[in-house]
């Protein structure tokens, strides 16, 4: 089955210092990997995506993620952490198994970022 | 604001009352996903539907659940005989038929079932 994980349910870090927010995944074929910011009583707010091509991939406000094939993951990372990065983080891969390919996507369980000023 | 809308944003209800939850999603966007998310999880998916067809659904969504969009426009999902485990974040979504295009979440309508 495909899945991602998101091994730490909390990150903490200081303002102005760099972050990082895991995700390993675990696909059959090509894996399609997103990322997802979510503050408190709202939806999903899409931050970037890796489908092919470099493994660094920039996103919105700032933020980027590395794609590493050998070790299966796509963490999230920041140069310098804003107070109002303080959210709640989601892996997510598509589902490509269903020969329908209906474009769904598979989330981790979260990532709380903390960052204190 | 042309993202997609979730109406209504909270709703309360006793155990055994229906609900219906209504999704306008992108105008252009002809893929339409609902989701749950409960506290400290991940959205889980419910159903897709492409323009008017639902094409997929989850063993999550039980027979007490039922989704349409009848116009291949907007979306109801509506639960009846509402149980306390009911109560989550229900989640719309809409995409591009392109499969890598992201999917745009509306706000959610938070249900709970007291």
């Known amino acids: 089955a495909q899945s991602v994980a998101q091994p730490e349910d909390q990150v903490n870090v200081a303002e102005g210092n760099p972050l990082t927010v895991k995700c390993t995944y675990s696909v059959s074929g090509n894996p399609y990997l997103f990322w997802y910011v979510q503050y408190p009583n709202r939806g999903l707010q899409f931050l970037l995506k890796?489908?092919?091509?470099?493994?660094l991939v920039k996103g919105s406000y700032g933020f980027e993620a590395e794609f590493n094939k050998s070790q299966t993951s796509f963490h999230l990372k920041k140069p310098s952490a804003l107070v109002s990065d303080s959210a709640l983080y989601f892996c997510?891969?598509?589902?490509?198994?269903?020969?329908?390919?209906?474009?769904?996507?598979?989330f981790g369980q979260g990532t709380t970022l903390q960052v204190k000023p | 604001d042309t993202g997609v809308s979730q109406d209504p944003r909270h709703k309360i209800t006793k155990r055994g009352q229906n609900v219906t939850f209504r999704c306008d999603p992108i105008?252009?966007?002809?893929?339409l996903y609902w989701y749950r998310q409960t506290l400290g999880q991940g959205p889980e998916f419910l159903t897709y539907f492409q323009n008017e067809a639902q094409l997929e659904k989850s063993r999550l969504l039980s027979d007490r659940f039922s989704a349409e969009r009848p116009k291949g426009s907007f979306s109801t999902l509506e639960i009846q005989r509402t149980e306390q485990g009911d109560s989550a974040m229900y989640l719309c979504a809409s995409s591009l038929e392109n499969s890598l295009s992201p999917l745009h979440f509306g706000n959610g309508t938070r249900l709970t079932v007291t």
């Open positions: 890796y489908i092919t091509g470099d493994n």
């Open positions: 105008s252009e966007h002809n893929r």
């Open positions: 997510a891969v598509r589902d490509m198994l269903r020969s329908s390919n209906t474009g769904k996507l598979i």
